[in-house]
């Protein structure tokens, strides 16, 4: 069982990023998976869940409009879409299938 996610870096205030987290040793289309972040010094933070088997999408407040969640079964794997960032969307993001987590990808936003 292993999520490996992807596509971090470095951008600029109001800038993108889409991450990816691929998935294996399970049956991906089966679970609600979940992207999570932790901020230096903060706790881990819950940001966006899409459920199984309804596929209902829900975002915490600090994300609703500017981020998007989404999966391909087909590719067992899923996607954060992160439009117009912000500094405070600084934080290692972690997907999360609920029984196990990926090791985390680095998003930093800055001038």
């Known amino acids: 069982v292993q999520l490996v996610e992807s596509g971090g870096g470095l951008v600029q205030p109001g800038g993108s990023l889409r991450l990816s987290c691929a998935a294996s040793?399970?049956?991906?289309?089966?679970?609600?998976m979940s992207w999570y972040r932790q901020a230096p010094g903060k706790e881990r933070e819950w940001v966006a869940t899409?459920?199984?088997?309804?596929?209902?999408?829900i975002y915490a407040d600090s994300v609703k409009g500017r981020f998007t969640i989404s999966r391909d079964n087909a590719k067992n794997t899923l996607y954060l879409q992160l439009n117009s960032l912000k500094p405070e969307d600084t934080a290692v993001y972690y997907c999360?299938?609920?029984?196990?987590w990926g090791q985390g990808t680095q998003v930093t936003v800055s001038s």
């Open positions: 999360s299938a609920g029984f196990t």
């Open positions: 040793g399970f049956t991906f289309s089966a679970y609600g």
């Open positions: 899409i459920t199984r088997p309804d596929g209902n999408i």
